[in-house]
């Protein structure tokens, strides 16, 4: 049974910082590449970085220089950095998986969490 659960959501002011985990099992994820979305009330889920097999990870613009992601093998967890956050950051964060990064940041998600909540106050 394939599982993602997100973790480390909570609310902070801005200028704070946050780090979320997704603690994945039951498939073979080091063949997938992993990746954090988000979604804020009435948009759709965008894709916020991605962690590739090779190591190698993507970051979107909005939030480039401010996240970093990370994935430790050996506890099958990927990790969302969060620092300086804003107010624009809040939303749900979902962890999601895709046997490549392009079809993540295409809109094609073949596993999800459930998501995580954030909440930045200005």
């Known amino acids: 049974q394939v599982q993602l659960v997100e973790s480390g959501g909570d609310s902070v002011q801005a200028g704070g910082s946050l780090r979320l985990s997704c603690v994945y099992s039951?498939?073979?994820?080091?063949?997938?590449?992993m990746g954090w979305f988000r979604q804020a009330p009435g948009e759709e889920r965008k894709v916020v970085a991605t962690h590739d097999t090779d190591g190698s990870s993507i970051i979107a613009d909005a939030v480039q220089g401010r996240f970093t992601v990370s994935r430790d093998s050996t506890k099958t967890t990927l990790y969302l950095q969060m620092n300086s956050m804003a107010p624009e950051d809040t939303a749900m964060y979902y962890c999601?998986?895709?046997?490549?990064?392009?079809?993540?940041?295409?809109?094609?998600?073949?596993?999800w969490g459930q998501g995580t909540q954030v909440t930045v106050s200005s």
């Open positions: 999601g998986a895709s046997l490549t990064c392009e079809r993540l940041w295409t809109g094609y998600t073949d596993f």
């Open positions: 039951g498939a073979t994820f080091s063949s997938y590449c």
